[in-house]
């Protein structure tokens, strides 16, 4: 079994910055592609940002300039550091990776980390 557990979500006034943390834990034997989504009440969850095995990454034009993503392929982690924040980027933070275990490659979920940006 697979888990992705999130951290680092909070409240930040417009301008600041948060850095969040996934870390995936399980029968992992490989993981493709690790990311983030976001999700506010009455719209469809919406990629952030991911980045691939092999390096490459996409990021939303949204968050160009202001998110970074990265990965530490070693303890299966994956942040998106978020800067120069606002108002809109307030959601609920998923964690998402696309992992490959003994039986199965699929996509796995966290449960969500809540982002508000507010003065």
Known sequence: QV???ESGGGSVQPGGSLRLSCVASGSICSIYRM????????KPRELVAST???GGTNIA?????R???SRDNA???VYLQMNSMKPEDAA?????AFIAT???DMDYWGKGTLVTVSS
């Open 3 to 5: 888990q992705l557990v």
């Open 35 to 42: 990311g983030w989504y976001r999700q506010v009440p009455g």
């Open 52 to 54: 691939h095995v092999s």
């Open 61 to 65: 034009d949204s968050v160009k300039g």
């Open 67 to 69: 998110f970074t993503i």
């Open 75 to 77: 303890n299966n982690s």
């Open 92 to 96: 609920i933070y998923y964690c998402n």
């Open 102 to 104: 003994l039986t199965a």
